[in-house]
């Protein structure tokens, strides 16, 4: 998996939990208010909640967008170029240092 679906799939969960935490608190504050209104509150609080969901969807669109952005995309890839060349330097150097103690044995007369 590469970091973009990475980054899809946690923007994806932040606003599942977000819709979750704010649907909850919209039906319990028109559930709660039902008695008083004859009902026309949990009607209200449907309306309410499927209008912060398109607004909660909006806005995670927005941030998959602003994460696919070609500047973004420009410092992602800096990052993962210099990240593999310093595990190349470093295999490289493992690589030299063991074939020197390798050397180093095989000129020791048993």
Known sequence: MDSYKGTDIGIDVVKNGVQLAG????MVAGASLAPETL?????AGIGASFIFNMGTDAVAS????AVHSKGVRHVANKLANTAEDAANTLAYTAKDDANIVSNWFTHIHW
């Open 23 to 26: 649907d909850d608190a919209i």
């Open 39 to 43: 009902g026309l509150s949990v009607v």
């Open 62 to 65: 927005v941030s998959k967008k």
